[in-house]
Every structure is written in structure tokens, then in C-alpha cells.
């Protein structure tokens, strides 16, 4: 069965930290990892990832795939209270495994002033 | 574009009664795929329609069903409601489901069984 695995599980940072949160995943015929914020209801999409080595980027954030070894990280620097929020992050499968996501369990981000 | 919409947004129902949630995608969106997240399980797929068929099912039991209309409009329904089907029911739209498709996410429907 197809698996994501998040760590942290939760951080606390103060505004102005850096933090990277990791993504690893066994996910047969993988293709795609994809980032998600999650606030209070709707995960809203950050970045899709589907070829190694190359960074995604947009503005604070940033993230990269490695596909020899199976991981992702997301990057936010200068954190701002506003990125307080549960991030996610999912694979999708080749095949059959249409507009199926598999999610991690996210990590919880709390930014304090 | 307006984006994924959901409705209704909270529900509370008791133990053995049906629900059926709605899933407006954003337009042009042919593909809708819902999840269920709760606090133990995190998100979990249930199943995603694709022109009014059903291409891929979660571990979920029967109870679980769902449908599409041939405006891409879909529902899910559930029946005989358990304490355990408390939930936010998230559901998600992208073009044709393919793997380079992003899914936009809706608010979701907040649902309480007592």
C-alpha cells in the first residue's frame, strides 16, 4: 500500500526562522508530490513536483524532489505569523489510481511573534 | 474563475440516517475526486468520477457512494450514519484527474453524527 510520511509532526518557530518540513514517500509507479496549506478548512496548493532535482519556487517558498531517495522538502524562510497552518503533502500514482491522492498526515506550523 | 464549491457546509445528523453532500468544480473541470479527513486518519480518498463514472474507489464501505451529473456536478452520499463518519468531507476538482493535474479543493462539509 501506498505511503507519505510527514515529520515533523509539529513545530513551533519565531517570526524570521527558516524551517524545512520533509516528505518521504513508497508510493508505487509514483509520479507526482504535491505541497498543500491548510488553514482552517480547504487545502489551498503550493507546489507539484514531478521531476528530481529541480526547485519550485514562489516567494518565501520553496521545495525540491529527489526520487533516488524518495523524499521531499518544503522550504519557508523569514516565517511570518501568517504561515501558521498545517502543511500536507500528497503523491499521486501512474495507472489506474485517477484523482487519487495519498496524504501524509501534515505537519502542524505554528509561527508566534 | 470561481473556484470549487461545496455545499451544505455543516450538518449534523444522528446514527442510521442518510446524508448526500454536493461538489460544484471549477469550470471546466471534468474530474472530482472526494476525500475524508478526520483528526485519527487524516485525509483519506474516497472515490473520483470522471464523465458521470466512477474510475477509482478508497477503502471505504458501500455505505460510502457517490455520483456525477453530466455537468460535472457530483454527490456523495452516505448512508446508515456511525459516530465514526464524523468528518470534514473535502472534495476536489482538476481537469481530467490525469497525474500532472493539479486538484483545487473545496471548503468542505463540516459533518456531525450524533
Given at each position: 500500500?501506498?505511503?507519505?510520511?510527514?515529520?515533523?509532526?509539529?513545530?513551533?518557530?519565531?517570526?524570521?526562522?527558516?524551517?524545512?518540513?520533509?516528505?518521504?514517500?513508497?508510493?508505487?509507479?509514483?509520479?507526482?508530490?504535491?505541497?498543500y496549506?491548510?488553514?482552517?478548512k480547504a487545502p489551498t496548493f503550493?507546489?507539484?513536483?514531478?521531476?528530481?532535482?529541480?526547485?519550485?519556487?514562489?516567494?518565501?517558498?520553496?521545495?525540491?524532489?529527489?526520487?533516488?531517495?524518495?523524499?521531499?522538502?518544503?522550504?519557508?524562510?523569514?516565517?511570518?505569523?501568517?504561515?501558521?497552518?498545517?502543511?500536507?503533502?500528497?503523491?499521486?500514482?501512474?495507472?489506474?489510481?485517477?484523482g487519487?491522492?495519498?496524504?501524509?498526515?501534515?505537519?502542524?506550523?505554528?509561527?508566534?511573534? | 474563475k470561481a473556484g470549487v464549491t461545496q455545499t451544505?457546509r455543516?450538518?449534523?445528523?444522528?446514527?442510521?440516517?442518510?446524508?448526500?453532500l454536493s461538489c460544484s468544480p471549477i469550470s471546466g473541470h471534468r474530474s472530482v475526486s472526494w476525500y475524508?479527513?478526520?483528526?485519527?486518519?487524516?485525509?483519506?480518498?474516497?472515490?473520483?468520477y470522471?464523465?458521470?463514472?466512477?474510475?477509482?474507489?478508497?477503502?471505504?464501505?458501500?455505505?460510502?457512494?457517490?455520483?456525477q451529473?453530466?455537468n460535472s456536478r457530483s454527490e456523495m452520499?452516505?448512508?446508515?450514519?456511525?459516530?465514526?463518519?464524523?468528518?470534514l468531507y473535502l472534495c476536489a476538482s482538476s481537469l481530467?484527474?490525469?497525474?500532472?493535474d493539479t486538484q483545487y479543493f473545496g471548503p468542505g462539509t463540516?459533518?456531525?453524527?450524533?
Open positions: 500500500e501506498d505511503k507519505v510520511v510527514q515529520s515533523p509532526l509539529s513545530l513551533v518557530v519565531h517570526e524570521g526562522d527558516t524551517v524545512t518540513l520533509n516528505c518521504s514517500y513508497e508510493v508505487t509507479n509514483f509520479r507526482s508530490l504535491l505541497w496549506k491548510q488553514e482552517k503550493l507546489f507539484m513536483l514531478t521531476s528530481s532535482g529541480i526547485e519550485k519556487k514562489s516567494g518565501r517558498l520553496s521545495s525540491i524532489l529527489d526520487k533516488k531517495e524518495l523524499f521531499s522538502i518544503l522550504n519557508i524562510t523569514a516565517t511570518q505569523t501568517g504561515d501558521s497552518a498545517v502543511y500536507l503533502c500528497a503523491s499521486i500514482a501512474g495507472g489506474t489510481s485517477y487519487k491522492l495519498t496524504f501524509g498526515q501534515g505537519t502542524i506550523l505554528t509561527v508566534h511573534p | 451544505p455543516y450538518l449534523i445528523k444522528t446514527r442510521g440516517q442518510q446524508v448526500t475524508q479527513q478526520t483528526p485519527g486518519q487524516g485525509l483519506q480518498f474516497l472515490f473520483e470522471f464523465s458521470e463514472t466512477q474510475r477509482n474507489k478508497g477503502n471505504f464501505p458501500g455505505r460510502f457512494s457517490g455520483r451529473f453530466s452520499n452516505v448512508s446508515t450514519l456511525e459516530l465514526g463518519d464524523s468528518a481530467v484527474g490525469h497525474v500532472t463540516r459533518l456531525t453524527v450524533l
